[in-house]
Nanobody, 121 residues
Framework: QVHLVESGGDLVQPGGSLRLSCVAS????????TGWFRQAPGKEREFVAA????????YYADSVKGRFTISRDNAKNTLYLQMNSLKPEDTAVYYC??????????????WGQGTQVTVSS
């Protein structure tokens, strides 16, 4: 089982940027397609972005496409989410998942504890 620790969340003004990190330990992280998800208050957890094990392919939820970029550094066992042009509706707890089914975006791996992103003026 992989252990995941997210960081980088903060309070930011609309239009600002943040970079989230997810550091993995335990099971080999680089063998799996992985992704980011988020959960806003009172809502279900939703898909944000996914990346293949090699980093060669990515895809995004329509709501973040063009603003967010997912990447990974397998040598550091780290997954990233660069978030630009942030909007108040991006406010949520952001989670990484250790394994994502590429064809559906369904998370099937372990979760980190999450990191809070708040977008507000």
């Amino acid at each position: 089982q992989v252990h995941l620790v997210e960081s980088g969340g903060d309070l930011v003004q609309p239009g600002g940027s943040l970079r989230l990190s997810c550091v993995a330990s335990g099971r080999t992280f680089s063998n799996y397609d992985t992704g980011w998800f988020r959960q806003a208050p009172g809502k279900e957890r939703e898909f944000v972005a996914a990346i293949t094990w090699s980093g060669a392919n990515t895809y995004y939820a329509d709501s973040v496409k063009g603003r967010f970029t997912i990447s990974r550094d397998n040598a550091k066992n780290t997954l990233y989410l660069q978030m630009n042009s942030l909007k108040p509706e991006d406010t949520a707890v952001y989670y990484c998942n250790g394994q994502v089914v590429w064809s559906t975006g369904r998370p099937v791996g372990s979760w980190g504890q999450g990191t809070q992103v708040t977008v507000s003026s």
